[in-house]
Nanobody, 120 residues
Framework: QVQLVESGGGLVQPGGSLRLSCAAS????????MGWYRQAPGKERELVAT???????NYADSVKGRFTISRDDAKNSVYLQMDSLKPEDTAVYYC??????????????WGKGTLVTVSS
């Protein structure tokens, strides 16, 4: 029903930048919070950043000051600008969206993930 598609991952050197994009499509009344999570090798999936419909943002301590989350409601999209990347940022990054769906109400959706590798 609702599909999230990420793009923008790849290989970058330490100190470099990447911009991740995610577009949502499908049947829903509205999208509430959107965000990004990541899963590094050998670790559990963790919050990177979220942004509410009203524009309130929340960042993991490890990315504060380096990553910026934004959204474009006209395009049902969320973005993650990643600057000053570190090897520790290497992970599969997953797009997240919470939407209001007919009958089901509030539902969480996930993209399939895009790999970000930070290495020299």
């Amino acid at each position: 029903q609702v599909q999230l598609v990420e793009s923008g991952g790849g290989l970058v050197q330490p100190g470099g930048s990447l911009r991740l994009s995610c577009a949502a499509s499908g049947t829903f009344f509205s999208i509430n919070t959107m965000g990004w999570y990541r899963q590094a090798p050998g670790k559990e999936r963790e919050l990177v950043a979220t942004i509410s419909r009203g524009g309130n943002t929340n960042y993991a301590d490890s990315v504060k000051g380096r990553f910026t989350i934004s959204r474009d409601d006209a395009k049902n999209s969320v973005y993650l600008q990643m600057d000053s990347l570190k090897p520790e940022d290497t992970a599969v990054y997953y797009c997240y969206a919470n939407g209001n769906v007919p009958f089901r109400g509030s539902v969480n959706y996930w993209g399939k993930g895009t790999l970000v590798t930070v290495s020299s």
